[in-house]
């Protein structure tokens, strides 16, 4: 299983944001709220065209928790499906299953998503599905395994989780451990802080 597995907080320090979710890199942004290294606190270093366009590409893919190949993928089958490529990207990434386990509040990250995901825990549509990068369609069932239901891990993050979906895309059946992939996200709505046509624009040069 692919995965990014360095220093999560560096990341989260150079682009001045929780991109992981995890409470730990909210405090220590509100700390350190600057690129590490040496001379992080003083760097006011203006960067390139290249640079702007790269730093947004790496912030989407990470906060997916994608390797680059994997990314690049999304990317290409996102400009061959017609419409707005950047739009299609996002819905593409959205559909993932780790990531609806996520935005279901069955883990706490994404990265715990993946974890579960691949070790079986979840069904969709009565099914086991342990492929990470799976694509929901709309309205497809997901619930937790029965056996894996007393979980404590998954347990916490679903008492962590707010009672009802915040995403109208979703419904949430926190009781059952289950829920409905209703719809796919119209882009627009999907909560994420990057410049798609940067994204676009990188790939297409």
Same mark, same amino acid.
Not at 41 to 64: C, G, I
Not at 176 to 190: H, L, Q
């Given at each position: ?7 999560? *907080? ?29 001379? #992080? ?7 390139? &065209?290249?640079?702007?366009?790269? !730093? ?16 690049? %993928?999304?990317?290409? @089958?996102? *400009?061959?499906? #017609?419409?707005?490529?950047? =739009? ?7 559909? !993932?299953? =780790? ?10 990250? !994404? ?13 969709? %549509?009565?099914?086991?599905? &342990? /492929? ?7 309205? =497809? ?5 029965? @056996? ?14 707010? *009672? ?8 949430? =059946?926190?009781? %059952? ?6 719809? /796919?996200?119209? *882009? ?6 990057? &410049? ?10």
């Amino acid at each position: 299983m692919a995965r990014y597995t360095g220093p999560k *907080a560096k990341v989260c320090r150079r682009f001045g944001e929780n991109i992981f979710g995890t409470n730990k890199y909210d405090r220590i942004l509100a700390k350190r709220k600057y690129p590490s290294g040496q001379h #992080g606190r003083m760097m006011r270093r203006k960067f390139s &065209d290249y640079a702007v366009h790269l !730093r947004e590409k790496q912030k989407l893919r990470l906060t997916y928790c994608l390797m680059e190949k994997q990314f690049k %993928n999304y990317f290409v @089958k996102a *400009a061959k499906a #017609g419409g707005v490529t950047g =739009d299609n990207l996002m819905q593409l990434l959205e559909r !993932r299953l =780790d990531n609806v386990v996520y935005r279901m509040g069955f883990a706490s990250t !994404r990265m715990q998503a993946r974890q579960f995901v691949n070790h079986g825990h979840f069904m969709v %549509n009565g099914k086991k599905v &342990d /492929i990470p990068s799976f694509l929901m369609k709309a309205g =497809d069932i997901i619930e937790v395994r029965p @056996k894996s239901r007393s979980m404590s891990m998954l347990v916490e993050a679903l008492d962590r989780s707010e *009672a009802t979906s915040p995403y109208n895309w979703l419904t949430v =059946d926190k009781e %059952n451990m289950r829920g409905s992939f209703d719809s /796919i996200p119209v *882009a627009s709505e999907i909560p994420v802080s990057v &410049d798609l046509r940067l994204i676009v624009e990188f790939y297409s040069k």
